[in-house]
């Protein structure tokens, strides 16, 4: 039985591909094409999943669709229609998409794949749910999904039991904690839809002085975790930007120029949002928790990509353990679609063994051998070195202890918005000036975002507070006390916080001493824990910095070329692919057709 997922049209394009209850492949649409966020039909990722399932669209069985187009389409006209004359430009700029292809998408998708498959559309929220439920390691468990929207729904929690799932109840737009972030992450001055993870980096820097304002100007939230937006001050629903007039003289002033100097406000802002934000997902959980009786609970939907919110969940909240998708986001829908059909569907059975590996630790794109890798390399003329599988983790390691960066690129792509050890940049965590270095002179971004680490699961709870797996990057839990470096007479403020070293390991320390904390254990990775163990064996310490593989505005390498482009557009000092050692040092100046940081909107 072969099923594909699909999510297409809004952000984040993606592919999935269940076989016999078996997730064969999975990826974003982004990788393929290097356009960030990638929206479009995913025509590469869909091919890239046929391809690793060994099979043509011919042989499709079900399609699934992530979420209702008819129902997102009556929601568009309905508040278009309210909103009238306001939206009218908005209007006018959404629908020649919806007449010429989304409201035919059944056709669009039997045309376009060549299939005579049965099409099936589960609600946006259920697609989550699925996600979330499926591939979790419970039998039964609770489940909530949160996002900016899906056709109505904006919030929706539930039960899981074997293999069904049961919505019992959901929050309705333009009422979304999604798109509240997202206001706050426009009016500061990041892009909406991918710089919400930037408003969360920038939060500890901040000051929560604006929390009172939030709670009681711009929603009125209840103790259940249900809450109404004042849409006065909200312009979403009708207009081309998030935020209006109201809203920046609530705030005393303009939104920030996007790449302007972040003042204190912006912090200020960032750390009274995320403190909102917490503030609903813990009332949610804990009224979920009151209504289903579960012991265990599931995420879904771009919110839970908030790690912060999560990790208190986690410690504060009324369950004993969580479980979160790491492709939350509508990426995930493709996969959720996918297992949607297959189990709620079709009926079939779901047992807690199979469920605990279902997720395969997220390693669902493509992986390129060492011939292919070894030929991409001789026909650029790369200089390299052929490693054997031990000198891999013990060069490694000792670059890394040398201070050096290294790109990793290892086995199969990691499917949702986090480097998991197989297309990472890496680093020392134990040296002070590895952030600004990797920020500034690798990444080619804010010199405030914090670093997360790669730590040997055997040892997590020696360096973080912390008493169980986090192998997806989706909890931010303290580093220990007896690691930190207390600075009572500290008093700077603002980003000069950074300047400030924390810990035993302050590469990956923020600067409320927590650390967005990536498990890596031997089963689900053991090349890259064999690696990691090295450098403890050589150091003492089981931490190392881990980031994605690509530079700002450019989505995570795929392939071998992807890799060695972003390699030496950078200043990274060596390349480990596959087998193959890359110096930066004997490689020629790379010369190109293209401006690349223009290509990949590098401002």
């Given at each position: 039985?072969?099923?594909?997922?699909?999510?297409?049209?809004?952000?984040?394009?993606?592919?999935?591909?269940?076989?016999?209850?078996e997730i064969i492949a999975a990826a974003q649409e982004e990788r393929f094409t290097r356009k960030k966020h990638d929206f479009r039909f995913p025509y590469h990722a869909i091919d890239y999943c046929l391809r690793e399932g060994g099979i043509?669209?011919?042989?499709?069985?079900?399609?699934?669709?992530?979420?209702?187009?008819?129902?997102?389409?009556?929601?568009?006209?309905?508040?278009?229609?309210?909103?009238?004359?306001?939206?009218?430009?908005?209007?006018?700029?959404?629908?020649?998409?919806?007449?010429?292809?989304?409201?035919?998408?059944?056709?669009?998708?039997?045309?376009?794949?060549?299939?005579?498959?049965?099409?099936?559309?589960?609600?946006?929220?259920?697609?989550?749910?699925?996600?979330?439920?499926?591939?979790?390691?419970?039998?039964?468990?609770?489940?909530?999904?949160?996002?900016?929207?899906?056709?109505?729904?904006?919030?929706?929690?539930?039960?899981?039991?074997?293999?069904?799932?049961?919505?019992?109840?959901?929050?309705?737009?333009?009422?979304?904690?999604?798109?509240?972030?997202?206001?706050?992450?426009?009016?500061?001055?990041?892009?909406?839809?991918?710089?919400?993870?930037?408003?969360?980096?920038?939060?500890?820097?901040?000051?929560?002085?604006?929390?009172?304002?939030?709670?009681?100007?711009?929603?009125?939230?209840?103790?259940?975790?249900?809450?109404?937006?004042?849409?006065?001050?909200?312009?979403?629903?009708?207009?081309?930007?998030?935020?209006?007039?109201?809203?920046?003289?609530?705030?005393?002033?303009?939104?920030?120029?996007?790449?302007?100097?972040?003042?204190?406000?912006?912090?200020?802002?960032?750390?009274?949002?995320?403190?909102?934000?917490?503030?609903?997902?813990?009332?949610?959980?804990?009224?979920?928790?009151?209504?289903?009786?579960?012991?265990?609970?599931?995420?879904?939907?771009?919110?839970?990509?908030?790690?912060?919110?999560?990790?208190?969940?986690?410690?504060?909240?009324?369950?004993?353990?969580?479980?979160?998708?790491?492709?939350?986001?509508?990426?995930?829908?493709?996969?959720?679609?996918?297992?949607?059909?297959?189990?709620?569907?079709?009926?079939?059975?779901?047992?807690?063994?199979?469920?605990?590996?279902?997720?395969?630790?997220?390693?669902?794109?493509?992986?390129?051998?060492?011939?292919?890798?070894?030929?991409?390399?001789?026909?650029?003329?790369?200089?390299?070195?052929?490693?054997?599988?031990?000198?891999?983790?013990?060069?490694?390691?000792?670059?890394?202890?040398?201070?050096?960066?290294?790109?990793?690129?290892?086995?199969?792509?990691?499917?949702?918005?986090?480097a998991l050890g197989s297309r990472s940049i890496i680093g020392d965590a134990r040296s002070p000036e590895m952030q600004s270095v990797m920020n500034l002179k690798i990444k080619f971004r804010e010199s405030f975002r914090p670093f997360a680490?790669?730590?040997?699961?055997?040892?997590?709870?020696?360096?973080?507070?912390?008493?169980?797996?986090?192998?997806?990057?989706?909890?931010?839990?303290?580093?220990?006390?007896?690691?930190?470096?207390?600075?009572?007479?500290?008093?700077r403020s603002g980003l000069d916080k950074l300047k400030t070293i924390r810990s035993e390991i302050p590469a990956v320390t923020h600067v409320d001493y927590t650390a967005r904390i990536q498990t890596v254990s031997v089963e689900d990775n053991?090349?890259?824990?064999?690696?990691?163990?090295?450098?403890?064996?050589?150091?003492?310490?089981?931490?190392?910095?881990?980031?994605?593989?690509?530079?700002?505005?450019?989505?995570?390498?795929?392939?071998?070329?992807?890799?060695?482009?972003?390699?030496?557009?950078?200043?990274?000092?060596?390349?480990?692919?596959?087998?193959?050692?890359?110096?930066?040092?004997?490689?020629?100046?790379?010369?190109?057709?293209?401006?690349?940081?223009?290509?990949?909107?590098?401002?």
């Amino acid at each position: 039985m072969n099923i594909l997922g699909i999510s297409a049209f809004y952000h984040d394009s993606a592919a999935c591909l269940v076989q016999d209850g078996e997730i064969i492949a999975a990826a974003q649409e982004e990788r393929f094409t290097r356009k960030k966020h990638d929206f479009r039909f995913p025509y590469h990722a869909i091919d890239y999943c046929l391809r690793e399932g060994g099979i043509s669209s011919q042989d499709l069985d079900f399609i699934a669709f992530y979420d209702k187009p008819f129902l997102k389409f009556e929601r568009l006209l309905q508040t278009y229609l309210a909103y009238a004359p306001r939206g009218f430009k908005s209007f006018l700029m959404a629908m020649p998409l919806w007449l010429k292809q989304k409201l035919w998408m059944k056709d669009f998708i039997a045309r376009e794949l060549s299939s005579e498959a049965k099409i099936l559309f589960p609600e946006h929220h259920e697609s989550h749910a699925a996600s979330a439920f499926y591939p979790s390691p419970y039998q039964q468990a609770a489940i909530l999904t949160m996002d900016g929207v899906g056709e109505w729904t904006t919030s929706s929690y539930g039960i899981g039991s074997d293999n069904s799932i049961e919505l019992w109840g959901e929050l309705h737009f333009p009422h979304s904690l999604g798109l509240l972030y997202s206001a706050f992450t426009y009016f500061t001055g990041f892009k909406v839809n991918s710089g919400e993870y930037k408003l969360m980096g920038l939060a500890p820097y901040g000051e929560p002085k604006y929390v009172d304002v939030i709670l009681k100007e711009l929603i009125d939230l209840k103790e259940d975790g249900s809450f109404r937006m004042n849409m006065k001050y909200f312009n979403y629903c009708a207009g081309l930007t998030m935020t209006n007039n109201h809203f920046a003289r609530l705030f005393g002033g303009p939104p920030r120029k996007p790449e302007s100097k972040i003042t204190q406000r912006e912090m200020d802002l960032a750390r009274s949002i995320q403190v909102v934000t917490e503030e609903i997902m813990l009332r949610m959980a804990r009224h979920v928790h009151k209504q289903t009786g579960m012991k265990y609970l599931t995420l879904a939907g771009g919110v839970a990509l908030n790690c912060v919110g999560n990790g208190r969940i986690l410690r504060e909240g009324p369950f004993e353990d969580i479980w979160i998708q790491p492709a939350a986001g509508d990426a995930g829908g493709a996969l959720g679609a996918a297992l949607y059909t297959w189990f709620q569907y079709l009926g079939n059975q779901r047992s807690s063994e199979e469920a605990k590996s279902l997720q395969k630790a997220s390693y669902l794109g493509p992986e390129f051998s060492n011939e292919e890798i070894e030929e991409f390399l001789k026909e650029k003329g790369v200089s390299y070195t052929r490693l054997t599988d031990e000198e891999v983790a013990e060069v490694t390691a000792e670059l890394l202890s040398d201070q050096k960066v290294v790109g990793w690129f290892q086995g199969r792509m990691e499917f949702g918005p986090r480097a998991l050890g197989s297309r990472s940049i890496i680093g020392d965590a134990r040296s002070p000036e590895m952030q600004s270095v990797m920020n500034l002179k690798i990444k080619f971004r804010e010199s405030f975002r914090p670093f997360a680490p790669s730590v040997l699961l055997e040892h997590v709870s020696e360096y973080f507070e912390l008493d169980r797996p986090s192998p997806y990057m989706l909890l931010v839990a303290p580093v220990k006390k007896e690691l930190r470096r207390e600075i009572p007479d500290d008093h700077r403020s603002g980003l000069d916080k950074l300047k400030t070293i924390r810990s035993e390991i302050p590469a990956v320390t923020h600067v409320d001493y927590t650390a967005r904390i990536q498990t890596v254990s031997v089963e689900d990775n053991p090349r890259y824990h064999a690696m990691i163990k090295a450098f403890y064996d050589k150091t003492g310490c089981p931490v190392i910095i881990n980031t994605s593989f690509n530079v700002r505005g450019e989505p995570i390498v795929c392939t071998p070329e992807d890799a060695y482009l972003c390699f030496m557009r950078t200043n990274m000092d060596f390349l480990v692919m596959g087998n193959f050692l890359v110096n930066k040092k004997e490689q020629e100046e790379l010369v190109e057709d293209i401006d690349w940081q223009k290509e990949f909107e590098l401002d």
